[in-house]
């Protein structure tokens, strides 16, 4: 905590305690009660009782005034007047009166002191208030029902001081006249490649979905309404796939609704949403679930609901989609992530290891203020951190999405509302800072075409860690053959395309080094029919590299990882009792000729010893090593060495 800070909350414990002090040398004349004032007072602050109660505030401080005007030191109804300014938003007033209150005496209504800190906090003045939740905590006796609310007051302060004093780098600026207005926009959510956005609008008191494109300029195209998906009940607070095929989103007092709001997902079926499926159970319930955010895997979704089993109110819960697709039953993510208070509308990023949600059970500035939480690959989620001030104010920051890069945030925020209007939330956007970023990534866009270039949809596409053969991603391309997956950095890749009838595709992705995150992986993958029996293939086949069938330095023994893929190569000849293979060894330039003449050859060898070993007939085998003859890139550098260095197999 900075000096200026320190000093500041000891001048501010100062004047309480002489306040506190001088209070008992105060005459007993020195303020009014309201059964002190005189008949035509006591009738007014009735009045003002009753306006208030009909939350007609303006009038009720219409009356205080005029018996304040009569008797300033009508300590009731100063307090009363404060509590009216506080609840209307009018916080110097309200500052005001309660510290006026509070000079006329320190012990009349101890819980002004307090009610001055919540003042004085939401003005962003956290020193004073820490002084002032202290002062109170220090007369409050043991049994006092506002202890341990005073407390957690107590701390957002103490924390809010020291965010603070320690601001982070922020420059938000609105997304733009084409998605905000001085209506609600809130809940942002991008596909992969950051061209496509769905948020939700709120224009008439009823939630719909609105989208936008940003052009080749980076600009976003005016926001329409999302066609095949909007009712005239509640539609919003959704999640976009990273292909941008597959949308989540919050259906509320629909027909087929277990409660208020369920979960409700929309596949896009030529370039149209349409397909409407009620997630049903185990994800919805009678209870409220809103807010999802899908996994870039498509295996994870997270989600907000008060379902029972929580912390708090609303909390942040994670199901599992089971082999069969479905969706398995949901479990509360638990602490540190969420409160006694509510903890919503997480975002996960798609590198699957940083958390980003609103809350307001943790410490902060406001509210709601925004955190993010981090975990290993499998390990649990750690302590939130507030992602800071000015990010985070005394107004209600919600919803934060970041951009696969990482460094692009969007969020939501009320702070263009003016008192007495409406609410009003729009969409930012910021270059968010360094220590908040989420790990690299970058993604993968392929599309599966036949020899004719004819695209192939229903092809299986598996993306799979190499060090565990854990799978990643597993999914089907569409209408045009295309697929995305995102890939996390840090490890290695595996990749394998199949569909029957066809010989398979296998690829390879190495992302524990440095790499491009601004460019994706582009594939262009052909897939060759297999043969019919009787058919002579000829010289035009062309040969299949086997991208992860991989070797020991300068040896022919298989590494572990290579199984996979040499298993992929026996089911397809198990499949395809007619094909007959011959397996080819190849090797870079480096080293003599005849060396690596000999190597490539007893690799070739390996794979066949391996495949013959599985049951595979010999007669319907044959190898050859080429050695360096047969390069497919230049040698001249390391990249190209590598895609010379393959063993690969061609039908005969």
Known sequence: MSLSITHLLRLSTLVVLFFALSAGTLPAQGFVTKDQLDKRSQKQYEQAESYARSLQRDQAKGE??????????????ILFRGELFYDLGQLPAAEADFSAALALSATYHPPVLYKLGLAEFRQEKYGPAVAHYEAYLAQAPAADRRRERVARYLIEARTAAELKAAPVPFDPQPLGPQINTKGKEYLPSFTADGRYLIYTVNYTGQEDLYFSQRNDQGEWTPGAPVPGVNTPQDEGAESISADGKLLFFTGCYRSDSYGGCD???????????????????????????????????????????????????????????????RWGKPDNVGAPINTAGDDESPFLHPD???????????????????????????????????????????ASEGALVVS??????????????????????????????EAARPQPVTYVHGRVLDTADRPLAGTQVTVSQETDNQALASLTTDATGEFLVVLPAGQNYRLEATKTGFLFYSDRFELTGEFPREEPYE?????????????????????????????????????????????????????????RIRINGHTDNVGEAAANQALSEARARSVYTYLTAKGIAAARLRYQGFGESRPLADNTTEEGRARNRRTEFEVE
């Not at 590494?559 to 089911?571: F, M, N, R």
Request: aromatic share 10%; glycine share 10%; hydrophobic share 35%.
């Open 64 to 77: 205080l005034d005029a018996i304040l005007a009569k008797t300033p030191t009508a300590i009731d109804a």
């Open 263 to 325: 979960l409700y997902y929309s596949e896009q079926q030529d370039g149209r949403w349409g397909n409407i499926h009620h997630a049903a159970e185990p994800l919805n319930t009678p209870y409220y679930e809103s807010q999802p955010t899908l996994a870039a895997n498509g295996q994870y979704l997270y989600f907000t609901s008060n379902r029972p089993g929580g912390l708090g109110g609303n909390d942040i819960w994670r199901c599992a989609r089971r082999p069969d697709g």
């Open 352 to 394: 699957g290891q940083t958390l980003y949600f609103m809350s307001n059970g943790h410490p902060g500035l406001g509210s709601y203020d925004l955190f993010v939480a981090r975990r290993t690959a499998d390990g649990p989620w750690g302590q939130p951190k507030n992602l800071g001030y000015p990010i985070n104010t005394a």
């Open 404 to 433: 696969l890069d990482g460094q692009t945030a969007y969020y939501t925020t009320d702070q263009n509302t003016q008192p007495g209007e409406p609410l009003d939330l729009d969409i930012y956007q910021f270059s968010l800072y």
């Open 523 to 579: 594939l262009a993958i052909g897939l060759q029919a297999v043969p019919t029996a009787g058919i002579t293939v000829g010289d035009q086949a062309t040969p299949i590299v086997l991208r992860n069938v991989r070797f020991a330095t300068g040896s022919a023994e298989l590494l572990p990882a290579s199984i996979p893929e040499l298993d992929q190569l026996v089911l397809l000849l198990q499949t395809y009792p007619q094909l």
